[in-house]
T-cell receptor
Framework: TQLLEQSPQFLSIQEGENLTVYCNSSSVFSSLQWYRQEPGEGPVLLVTVVTGGEVKKLKRLTFQFGDARKDSSLHITAAQPGDTGLYLCAGEAGGTSYGKLTFGQGTILTVHP | GAGVSQSPSNKVTEKGKDVELRCDPISGHTALYWYRQSLGQGLEFLIYFQGNSAPDKSGLPSDRFSAERTGGSVSTLTIQRTQQEDSAVYLC????????????FGQGTRLTVV
């Protein structure tokens, strides 16, 4: 069973602060995705990273995939109240689990004005 | 439809009753997932269907939970003899299986067992 550990589980910060969310595993993933969920909605894809060491930027969000493709991070610069939500990482495995996404348990981010 | 559709959106049931939750995935998506989400928590994996392969049921919390997927499309999650701890939002997602498979989620069914 492939597990993704996300940390921290909860994060409460003030507007304008920076933050990093981590997603770690002992398993290698062929790709890793980050999702964001707002209250009352299903999670929505933010980004997919595929190559070890890859860095992708989406406005104030920076996503990094570890060199060994076992871990990833999401960094938010100058957080805003609109960033509040649940952030989930999901890894896609190969081999017999090909195509199956494994989700981390999520990080609940609250940004206070 | 354009997205994943779940019904009902809300369900209140009495303890001990059986409930069925429905998921209509995006047409052509071969993979389908069921997750459970308690208030303010992350996703708890329940079951995964992939094409005609045997489903991965490793996340089902007890034998009161079962799911089927008919004709590779619509899926039904059944909870028998519901308990109060079953109260949660049940999310369904579907994806194309390929090298990179984005999961598209429905809005969920909020189940309340009273």
């Amino acid at each position: 069973t492939q597990l993704l550990e996300q940390s921290p589980q909860f994060l409460s910060i003030q507007e304008g602060e920076n933050l990093t969310v981590y997603c770690n595993s002992s398993s290698v993933f062929s790709s890793l995705q980050w999702y964001r969920q707002e209250p009352g909605e299903g999670p929505v894809l933010l980004v997919t990273v595929v190559t070890g060491g890859e860095v992708k930027k989406l406005k104030r969000l920076t996503f990094q995939f570890g060199d060994a493709r076992k871990d990833s991070s999401l960094h938010i610069t100058a957080a805003q109240p609109g960033d509040t939500g649940l952030y989930l990482c999901a890894g896609e495995a190969g081999g017999t689990s090909y195509g199956k996404l494994t989700f981390g348990q999520g990080t609940i981010l609250t940004v206070h004005p | 439809g354009a997205g994943v559709s779940q019904s009902p959106s809300n369900k209140v049931t009495e303890k001990g009753k059986d409930v069925e939750l429905r998921c209509d995935p995006i047409s052509g998506h071969t993979a389908l997932y069921w997750y459970r989400q308690s208030l303010g928590q992350g996703l708890e994996f329940l079951i995964y269907f992939q094409g005609n392969s045997a489903p991965d049921k490793s996340g089902l919390p007890s034998d009161r939970f079962s799911a089927e997927r008919t004709g590779g499309s619509v899926s039904t999650l059944t909870i028998q003899r519901t308990q109060q701890e079953d109260s949660a939002v049940y999310l369904c997602a579907s994806s194309l299986s390929g090298v990179i498979s984005e999961a598209f989620f429905g809005q969920g069914t909020r189940l309340t067992v009273v």
